[in-house]
């Protein structure tokens, strides 16, 4: 059966940079019948699209306006399967990556060792990155892994390749960025994912996506908070429910041991404090008892959707 690889690329005003990066794609890999290139335009307002089509880019999709760049991924992932995609590759416009590794990322996919690779970089040896960066990407994988249940040492890496069962899988719900709802769906779906260690270019302009250091970790969280709530709804209002119940019922406790020992106050605001505290908790885990048969739901439609899917793009 023939290979077809898909290398996608999202791009937002990237003249300056995407000549040299698709000039470092291959055309043929070991392992793969056909490489094509496609360019995922977010409504630039320069020369992106010229250039991709002086390089002899295969595939240009373009957004009329600019949508970010989760929406760009996912318009990339349906553009590739749309063209026949088994495996895809997406890569960053601003040659970050190493493109010779390209065969590194897909070798446990074509090896059915995994169907998601993400390109490990070189985090603390890497040059290129600032200690406040080096700092972040480890703090932020390490939650990312407590969320998702796996062991992806660089979450915030957009190097990575699909198979394309996951690539039908994935659905991406925040729009600020794909990487980390990527990882910690494909860990509650239990889609098989690994990583692979990558090499990286110097930087040829600044992050768009890290202009703010505290905006980078608010959104970050923000997304695993999300995405763990959506995916463990029951879990998360347990624990949620749990600090208030369980101050409440300290509280409670206290009262209790104060009004046995014939104390001549009555702590009046100490007892209320303790029945909303308790009534607190106890509806967060309602909350949790309710979005987990919400959650019932989201899967019936999840697989309704990969039927859907597939049925989409089996002539592809």
């Known amino acids: 059966m023939l290979t077809k690889l898909v290398i996608q690329i999202p791009c937002y005003n990237e003249e300056a940079t995407l000549g040299a990066t698709l000039a470092d794609l291959p055309r043929q890999l070991p392992g793969v019948d056909e490489i094509e290139w496609l360019i995922i335009d977010d409504g630039s307002r320069d020369q992106t699209i010229e250039v991709a089509q002086a390089s002899g880019v295969d595939h240009v999709v373009r957004h009329s306006q600019n949508q970010g760049l989760a929406t760009t991924f996912m318009t990339g992932l349906h553009a590739s399967l749309e063209a026949g995609a088994d495996i895809i590759v997406n890569t960053d416009a601003d040659n970050q990556y190493c493109a010779d590794d390209i065969p590194h990322l897909i ?53 990575r390749a699909f198979s394309r069962e996951a690539a039908l899988q994935i659905n991406v719900f925040d729009n600020y960025t794909y990487t980390l709802e990527t990882i910690i769906q494909a860990g509650q779906k239990g889609i098989p994912i690994t990583s692979v260690t990558v090499r990286v270019n110097q930087d040829l302009r600044p992050s768009r996506l890290v202009t703010s250091t505290p905006k980078y970790i608010l959104r970050s ?60 908790g106890f509806q967060l885990w309602i909350f949790g008892l309710i979005a987990d048969l919400m959650a019932a739901n989201r899967r019936l439609l999840e697989d309704i959707q990969l039927t859907s899917r597939k049925q989409n793009y089996q002539s592809k």
């Open 107 to 159: 070798e446990p996919i074509l090896s059915n060792q995994a169907q998601i690779v993400v390109g490990a970089r070189p985090i603390i040896k890497n040059p290129y990155f600032s200690p406040i960066k080096k700092t972040l990407q480890r703090l932020g994988s390490y939650v990312v892994r407590l969320a998702s249940n796996t062991n992806i040492p660089d979450a915030p890496s957009g190097f």
């Open 221 to 280: 969280m923000t997304t695993i908070l999300r995405i763990f709530m959506l995916y463990k709804p029951l879990r998360f209002f347990l624990m949620a429910g749990s600090i208030p119940f369980s101050v409440g019922f300290l509280l409670g406790v206290r009262w209790l041991i104060f009004f046995f020992m014939g104390t001549d106050r009555t702590r009046v605001p100490s007892l209320i404090l303790t029945a909303i505290l308790i009534l607190m």
